[in-house]
Nanobody, 123 residues
Framework: QVQLVESGGGSVQAGGSLELSCTAS????????IGWFRQAQGKEFEFVAT????????YVADSMKGRFTISRDNAKNTLLLQIVSLKPEETAVYFC????????????????WGQGTQVPVCS
């Protein structure tokens, strides 16, 4: 399995921007499609974005298009999620997850998960 560690979370004002990172170790990073999910307190996991193994295709949830950008650098074993114009209702723990098959938008499709990074958005 691949080990994933998220970073970059922290308190941000509504309307602000943030860049989250997901760093991988343990396996060949380019063997994994990577996705971002988030979970607000008391709510279900929500798909955010995903990128294919080579970074050639990305998919962002419809409600987040235009504000969320996902990218990866396989040479650095790193995945980025850039977010602009954050909203208070987007306060959540953000997770990255890996799967050896193609990209997916469902939580159950991913095998390896990081511990998450908290993003409180203050109004």
């Amino acid at each position: 399995q691949v080990q994933l560690v998220e970073s970059g979370g922290g308190s941000v004002q509504a309307g602000g921007s943030l860049e989250l990172s997901c760093t991988a170790s343990g396996r060949t990073f380019s063997d994994y499609a990577i996705g971002w999910f988030r979970q607000a307190q008391g709510k279900e996991f929500e798909f955010v974005a995903t990128v294919t193994k080579d970074g050639g295709y990305t998919y962002v949830a419809d409600s987040m298009k235009g504000r969320f950008t996902i990218s990866r650098d396989n040479a650095k074993n790193t995945l980025l999620l850039q977010i602009v114009s954050l909203k208070p209702e987007e306060t959540a723990v953000y997770f990255c997850a890996g799967r050896r098959s193609g990209w997916g938008a469902l939580r159950a499709q991913y095998d390896d998960w990081g511990q998450g990074t908290q993003v409180p958005v203050c109004s």
